[in-house]
C-alpha cells in the first residue's frame, strides 16, 4: 500500500474528474498500475488529498476470510489513516507507532 499527501491548486468537483487526476498524480510514483488498483482518498483543508492506493490483489486477500464469512467489506484502509477520523481537525498532532524491541 503507498500513502500519500497530494497539493492540488485547485480540485476537480465531479467525483470521475477528481479521481482521474488524483491516479495521474500517483500514476509517477508507483511500481504497479494505478488502473490496476484500489484507490481511497481524502480531501483535507486547502486542497491537499491523503490518498492510499494498493495492488488490487492485496485488497483481494484481506477481504477473503470475510467474504467467505458471508460478511462483504465495504471499506478497508490501514489502521493509521483509520485514526486519523478521530483526532481534532484543528491543531498540530504527532503520531507516532513504537514497536517492541525483538
Not at 503507498?2 to 467525483?15: G, I, M, W, Y
Not at 470475510?66 to 484543528?90: D, M, N, Q, W, Y
Amino acid at each position: 500500500m503507498r500513502l500519500a499527501v497530494l497539493d492540488f491548486e485547485s480540485l476537480p468537483t465531479k467525483e470521475e474528474e477528481r479521481l482521474a487526476l488524483i491516479k495521474f498524480r500517483m500514476r509517477k510514483t508507483l511500481p504497479f498500475d494505478v488502473d490496476e488498483a484500489a484507490l481511497s482518498y481524502h480531501i483535507q483543508a486547502g486542497n491537499k488529498v491523503i490518498a492510499a492506493v494498493s495492488p488490487i490483489e492485496i485488497v483481494a486477500r484481506y477481504e477473503a476470510p470475510f467474504r467467505a464469512a458471508g460478511i462483504h467489506p465495504g471499506f478497508v484502509t490501514s489502521s493509521s489513516l483509520a485514526l486519523l477520523e478521530l483526532l481534532p481537525v484543528k491543531g498540530s498532532i504527532l503520531v507516532a507507532h513504537r514497536s517492541p524491541e525483538p
